[in-house]
């Protein structure tokens, strides 16, 4: 009978472990460390209003005055343009500071959470 | 030239007279779909997950399932392995209930069509009383439906093994029985009770529920899997995708 209460105790911690870790399993976001947030500020090189994934390519200036260029993730244009993101929202050149959830390894990636735009607005991810 | 159109044209005309039997015998009975034209309720429209996907994409019940060892393996594979939408290949159900992509009901005399958002699925649901047949497992299965009062109740068999079971990764096995219950209990709110009967990898049925708002001024769109997909062509893609 312990035996049993332990093969079950323990069953069930294993699909617990299994069912949490599971969570980060959709698409693209177990890339990114959810639980963080980080927000980045510097020029747009690239900007793609597109599905399945939105991308937006900003180059950042270091603090020792190098440039690294980071890629912004987000969710489908469906669902952006569904809360007021346009083909033209940015265009190469804009300075823009993003917020989003920074890719795990610390590779210069995030998920995108929301954005201030060059006139001020600020656009949010279409869910979570 | 007047010659071979007319030719032509009698050729047409014989070929769809020697189709017309096979046709029609594909057509659902007339005297099985009239009673579900008569009155059902409202379902129509276009609906979206209630509440934050995060919340959403896990359809177990405080994440403790009967698994059977089968199931819990496969629960493993899972976790090894790509989640199938990456892909590109058909989420199916129920994990579309799980997905944070908008979905339209459409109701017809003797069909309800469910057209998903994402991937542009459409699920045909026939309500004429047909058995279920499909000469292959679907990855949205085979589905039947009737109106019991004001729920839609929709029974689904004839499914492969190749999807999940929600966004979380819980697997199923091609003996998946899945029946829904979809109503409205109000204007705004559409509640669908998921019942999952899959002996091979679950020991006992089990039920989820969940929740969708009416976004009465969306229309749905087209999401193209394959247009912006960076991990489509990553046989290499971390194992924790």
Redesign the interface.
């Known amino acids: 009978m312990n035996g049993r209460w332990l093969l079950s105790i323990a069953l069930a911690a294993v699909a617990m472990a299994m069912i949490s870790s599971s969570l980060e399993a959709h698409h693209g976001t177990s890339t990114f460390d959810m639980s963080r947030t980080t927000t980045i500020k510097g020029i747009v090189v690239d900007y793609q209003l597109i599905n399945p994934h939105t991308e937006l390519t900003i180059k950042v200036e270091q603090d020792d005055g190098a440039a690294v260029e980071w890629n912004v993730e987000s969710v489908s244009a469906t669902m952006l343009l569904r809360v007021g993101w346009k083909r033209d929202t940015v265009k190469a050149g804009d300075t823009v500071s993003v917020t989003g959830h920074p890719a795990k390894g610390g590779k210069p990636a995030m998920l995108l959470v929301k954005a201030v735009l060059p006139d001020g607005r600020e656009l949010s991810t279409a869910y979570e | 030239m007047t010659k071979r159109l007319t030719l032509l044209a009698a050729a047409m005309i014989l070929f769809s007279l020697i189709l017309a039997p096979a046709n029609t015998a594909r057509r659902p009975p007339k005297s099985a779909s009239a009673p579900q034209a008569a009155k059902f309720p409202d379902l129509s429209g276009v609906w979206y997950m209630h509440g ?3 919340v959403n ?2 359809l ?1 019940p405080g ?3 009967p ?1 059977t060892p089968w199931g ?1 393996e496969r ?2 594979e ?2 090894r392995e790509l ?1 199938p ?2 892909r590109c290949l058909p989420p199916g159900v129920p994990r579309m209930w799980t997905l ?2 908008p979905f339209e009901i459409i109701q017809l005399p003797g069909r309800v069509l469910i057209h998903y ?1 994402q991937d542009s699925i459409v699920r045909d649901i026939r309500l004429d009383g047909r058995a279920h047949s499909a000469e292959l497992p679907l990855y949205t299965g085979d589905s039947t439906g009737k109106y019991e009062g004001d729920t839609l109740v929709v029974d689904t068999t004839e499914f492969n093994d190749k999807t999940w079971l929600d ?4 697997p199923h096995s091609d003996q998946l029985h899945l029946i829904e219950r979809i109503s409205r209990p109000s204007h705004d709110v559409l509640h669908v009770e998921i019942a999952i009967d899959d002996p091979k990898t679950y020991s006992k049925p089990w039920k989820a529920e969940r929740v969708f708002d009416l976004k009465a001024d ?1 229309e749905i ?5 394959e ?5 489509l062509n990553a046989p290499d893609a ?1 194992a ?2």
């Open positions: 934050k996907f995060g994409r896990d177990s994440g403790d399932l698994f819990l629960m493993k899972n976790q989640n939408d990456l944070p992509f958002e966004s979380a990764g819980h969306w769109s087209e999401i193209v899997c247009e912006n997909n960076t991990y971390p924790d995708k």
